[in-house]
């Protein structure tokens, strides 16, 4: 497997929105595990979002309401729409397209 390209990331003050993306190199209906996780230094990685072939999606608590996952089978891309962000949701954000294959990740930085 190819890894898989995140971007979208950046700094935003508290309140604000931006929306990741995850670029794979095939068709990522074919992934049985797609998903965002974050890591905060200091922190373990976390999960944000996943989501199954079937469509099934799982938040973290903290982002309920907040983040929003979806997909582009066309795009071969997977979306994490991120609103109303926290300094607490300052993290390097990665995207995983298979098990255990991970992007390199981008920095998200929300300053309050």
């Known amino acids: 497997q190819v890894q898989p390209v995140e971007s979208g990331g950046g700094w935003v003050q508290a309140g604000g929105s931006l929306r990741l993306s995850c670029v794979a190199s095939?068709?990522?209906?074919?992934?049985?595990?797609m998903g965002w996780y974050r890591q905060a230094p200091g922190n373990q990685r976390e999960l944000v979002a996943s989501i199954a072939s079937g469509g099934w999606t799982n938040y973290a608590d903290s982002v309920k309401g907040r983040f929003t996952m979806s997909r582009d089978n066309a795009k071969n891309t997977l979306y994490l729409q991120m609103n109303s962000l926290k300094p607490e949701d300052t993290a390097v954000y990665y995207c995983?397209?298979?098990?255990?294959?991970w992007g390199q990740g981008t920095q998200v930085t929300v300053s309050s």
């Open positions: 995983i397209m298979g098990p255990g294959n």
């Open positions: 095939g068709s990522i209906f074919s992934y049985s595990v």
